[in-house]
């Protein structure tokens, strides 16, 4: 599975409407903003691994702005049809955080 989710055209669109953001070549990063690509693979008939990757800019607490990507790879092992056991890995560049997650999860449908 890949999916790709780029932010380009709405980006540009919200530049347009306001004038606080104008891109030059120096800010044309502004563009990618929140932009995300997907990939999954089916490892063995209940093992699913997962990568998201987004770009991003946020504010710090200093008000400077801050560009970076945030990571995430997931290892799903489905125990029956709605009980899954997943390892998780997240990393954010904007806010320097690592986050190591074991859960079990249980999905139904109402």
């Known amino acids: 599975m890949v999916k790709i989710t780029p932010s380009v055209l709405g980006n540009f669109a919200q530049s ?3 004038s ?3 891109f030059d070549p120096g800010t044309d990063y502004i ?4 932009s995300r690509i997907m990939l999954g693979e089916r ?9 998201v990757g987004q770009y991003g800019i946020s ?6 702005r801050e560009k970076g990507f945030y990571h ?6 489905f125990l029956d049809r709605n009980i899954r056991f997943q390892l ?3 990393n954010d560049e904007i806010i320097k955080r690592d986050d ?6 249980y999905d139904f449908d109402f």
Request: positive net charge; without cysteine; glycine residues 0%.
């Open 31 to 34: 563009l990618f903003d929140k």
């Open 88 to 90: 998780r890995y997240e």
């Open 20 to 22: 606080a953001r104008s």
């Open 100 to 105: 190591k997650i074991i859960e079990f999860r």
């Open 59 to 64: 504010r710090d607490f200093l008000y400077r």
């Open 72 to 77: 995430n790879v997931e290892l799903q092992y």
């Open 16 to 18: 347009r409407l306001s």
């Open 43 to 51: 490892l063995a008939k209940d093992w699913f691994l997962t990568y």
